[in-house]
Each structure stands twice: as C-alpha cells, then as structure tokens.
C-alpha cells in the first residue's frame, strides 16, 4: 500500500493495518464497515515471506527471483525477451479443491516481442503455442494458412459474458485545449467507425458505448426511478444529458463519407472560439488546433490515420508519433501527451479500482490509471457508493449512474469491442467442454494431451 504502484494506494485505502493474529491468521483492520468486497480482495493477496523481504528494499528494482508461494516458480529468464516458470512439485495448496484441475503445465515460458507482425509470425511459424487475438483484420483473413486447414492450428471464439472493456482514443483534460467538451466531442464526431469495421476490422467489431459493457451493468436508455434517486441531487453538477438522452457515440453509414458529422463538428467549434481560416482550424489569436496522438505500437497507426485524415478536412491537425515502450511509458507514468490509446477492463463487481480508474486523488498520482485527469467530485461520489453498495441490486443501480455521467463526460472517443475471446492453438493441447462463463479461455485448466502432441511432432510450422 505505501511502496507499491500507485493504483494499491487507492485499492487498499480502507485498509488501516495488518497484524499477526496467530500462526496462520492475519487480521486485517478496516476504516469502515461499507466496503463489502473488501474481504475478499484481501483474499486474493500472495503471501510474501517476511525473513525474505527483511534484508531487501521493497521499492528497489531487482533481478533477484523473489521468493513467493504460488504453484509455479521463476525459473530462468533472458532479460527483455522471455521468462520461464517450473512447477513447484510441493506446492502447499495443490490438493485445495479450488485448485483442483488446474497448473497442469511443468513448464511456462512467456516469449517478449516488440512487435505485433512479428508475434503473428511468430506463433504461425510454431516458436510459440498459444495466442489470444485480437486484431479483427487478422481474425477474419491471415489465418488462411495449411496448418489451420489441416487442422493443425485450431482457432475458437468463446463467448465472454465479463463486462467488455473500454478502449478509445484518451483526451487529456490536463491540456487547455481539452478542458471545453465541445472541443472533445467535435473530435469525436470525425472518427468514422463504421467505415474502419467494414474496411480495416472485416466488420468484426461493435462500437463500445459503455465503460461497462456487455453486462447488466451496462447503462441504457433513460435512467430509471432508482437512478434518479441517486442522480437528482447531483443536478448541476453533472452533463444535463444525464437527465434527457440515451448516450451513443456517433454512427455514419459506412460509405466514408461524413460531410454532416463535419459540418456538426465545425458548428461545435465556432461558438467555443474556433474557426476556419486558411483550410486551419484557429482560435481568435491565429493559433492552430493541433495535437500529438502518442502511440507504442505501429500497429494502432491503421486506426488514427484515418482519424487524422478526416480531422484534416475541417482544418484540424492530429500528429502522430509512435515511441519504443520505455519512452512510452516515461511519458504517459508523468502525463506527458495530448492524447492516448487507453482501455479500461472491469469486473463483475466494480469497487475499489473505480477511485484508481476515475478518482480526483488518483488524476495527478505519477503512473496512475486515471490517464485522462478527470477531476470531477460528482463522480467521485458515485464510485463512493458504488464501493459502498450493501447488495447486488445496489450495485447495479450505483454503477449505472457512475457509467452514465462517465459517458456524457466525452473524455474519450470509445473505439470497439468484440464480446468474444479469439483464442488460436497448435492442437496439442486439450482443455475442459465446459469453459468459464466469465473467463473462457482459462489456460490454467488445459492440459498437454499427449496423443495430439505425438501427433503434431515435425509438423509445427505454417
């Protein structure tokens, strides 16, 4: 909580201390009694051994393999480009029925690459077994290939019932430029979804809508009574369109084409005092509208050229700049950009990373999740009570209101999602029938079956 990342800070912030209650037993203090989920994010802590630790610095980086208590153990690796863990054949809670059918594996070895094609090829050339996909383009038209039509390669989309995550383009509200809504949403209005589905992504994709989607706790439509209860004294103090509209990004008919949306954003523009002079987009001072898009990986470049394209034809200039990972991540740790692609994963019961995700404290916290720098105390109220939620029913109620003003806020442009994990595999490999409703591919339970590996042997390449 003290010397981690940041986001443990805003995770374990009710905790107020840990103390040894016995042999085995640890007792956890909390500020407050509301927190429900509380008990059982402390269950999902590893346990660290103190004589280990006593002699280190925590904060330090190191190569040292630490000593931990999981199933697995490192058990080599070559710095930047793999690491390699091994079984522990003594593993303490192997035989606990929760973890029954599961570590099956005497070896994992995570391969590192730099570059999205080159861990396509990778994997079609068998260097590596397992790959979760997701690049639509790659889905729907690279793996024509003669390991996966003779069935060497299997591909497999499972159904993922988890709320969906929300990508986008990032504003940073940090920025002057990005402090006036309508400035966002006329930028908004010329990233043209549709066309890129059809033309870059095969149609793959849905347009997300919600932070929380493809769950019920997903906003829609007007709010209900509940809601209202909830969002009623927070009028004023959040978008109107809360009260009055269903939130939808903007939808075009795909043909490329988008003269209304960019005639919508220029009528945006003016009365926040910008204009058209010269084919530039300026302010009364002559000062361009211009941005950097920050990118660390080529392969996004497919989806903001468009964007900038368009951005262009009513005088906008978005500049995009794509760094190595380390400078990168200097750059986005101390907020050091105009925009990002960022994305946001959540779980079927929000709680403590919601003050991590879109908190106040967390907007100036160096390396924080809250990339945008939204400081709003209205929404700091409701993820409040969405953490405080004393039941299910609470919970779904609190969180869409918290997904509704967070809509409206247009911090983000919201790209896509597919609702399904594409998962492709050298067929050596068995897993249970029945897969995880919230987590479908769980490599943890699959298996090596060793007929299908006899069977494939000389044979792992494209």
Same mark, same amino acid.
């Given at each position: 909580k003290a010397k981690g990342p940041p986001m443990y =800070?805003?995770?374990?912030?009710?905790? $107020?201390?840990?103390?040894?209650?016995?042999?085995?037993? @640890?007792?956890?203090?909390?500020?407050?009694?509301?927190?429900?989920?509380?008990? $059982?994010? $402390?269950?999902?802590?590893?346990? $660290?051994? %103190?004589?280990?630790?006593? %002699?280190?610095?925590?904060?330090?980086?190191?190569?040292? @393999? =630490?000593? %931990?208590?999981? =199933?697995?153990?490192?058990?080599?690796?070559?710095?930047?480009?793999?690491?390699?863990?091994?079984?522990?054949?003594?593993?303490?809670?192997?035989?606990?029925?929760?973890n029954r059918g599961r570590s099956n594996f005497e070896t994992l070895r995570y391969e590192y690459y730099r570059d999205a094609e080159v861990t396509f090829e990778a994997f079609k050339a068998g260097e590596t077994d397992v790959r979760r996909e997701n690049s639509g383009r790659n889905w729907m038209t690279r793996y024509d290939v003669p390991a996966v039509k003779e069935g060497r390669i299997k591909r497999e989309e499972l159904p993922n019932e988890m709320p969906q995550p929300m990508q986008g383009f990032v504003f940073n509200l940090r920025r002057e430029l990005f402090k006036d809504r309508r400035v966002r949403e006329a930028i908004g209005l010329m990233y043209d979804f549709e066309w890129q589905n059809k033309n870059l992504s095969y149609g793959f994709f849905t347009r997300s809508r919600s932070f929380f989607g493809n769950s019920e706790l997903e906003a829609k439509g007007l709010p209900s009574p509940e809601e209202l209860k909830i969002l009623d004294p927070l009028k004023g103090k959040i978008p109107d369109e809360v009260f009055t509209k269903e939130y939808n990004p903007p939808k075009t008919d795909g043909s490329g084409n988008i003269r209304e949306q960019a005639r919508q954003a220029i009528g945006l523009l003016k009365p926040a005092g910008w204009e058209i002079k010269d084919g530039k987009m300026t302010d009364k001072n002559g000062k361009k509208l211009a941005f950097e898009l920050l990118l660390n990986e080529a392969g996004f470049e497919r989806m903001a050229l468009p964007v900038k394209q368009n951005l262009e034809r009513i005088g906008i200039e978005m500049n995009v700049r794509t760094v190595d990972t380390s400078q990168y991540r200097r750059r986005t740790d101390s907020y050091d950009f105009d925009m990002v692609i960022d994305l946001w994963g959540q779980a079927i019961s929000p709680g403590n990373e919601q003050r991590e995700f879109w908190g106040s404290n967390a907007a100036d916290k160096p390396g924080g999740r809250n990339s945008m720098g939204l400081k709003d105390p209205a929404v700091d109220q409701l993820i409040e009570l969405v953490i405080a939620a004393p039941d299910r029913d609470s919970l779904v109620v609190r969180t869409r209101c918290l997904d509704r003003v967070l809509q409206w806020h247009e911090f983000l442009i919201p790209q896509f999602r597919s609702g399904k994990e594409l998962v492709a595999y050298w067929n050596r490999f068995s897993r249970p029938e029945k897969t995880a409703k919230y987590s479908p591919v769980a490599f943890d339970t699959w298996w090596l079956d060793e007929a299908k590996d006899r069977a494939l042997q000389g044979k792992q390449a494209q």
């Open positions: =800070a805003s995770y374990y912030a009710d905790v $107020l201390k840990a103390e040894k209650a016995g042999e085995r037993k @640890v007792l956890f203090t909390f500020r407050n009694a509301e927190n429900r989920e509380l008990p $059982l994010i $402390l269950g999902q802590l590893p346990a $660290l051994p %103190s004589k280990w630790w006593a %002699s280190r610095d925590f904060e330090k980086s190191s190569l040292e @393999v =630490a000593l %931990s208590s999981g =199933a697995y153990k490192v058990d080599g690796f070559d710095v930047g480009r793999s690491i390699t863990y091994r079984r522990v054949p003594d593993w303490w809670a192997k035989d606990l029925w929760m």
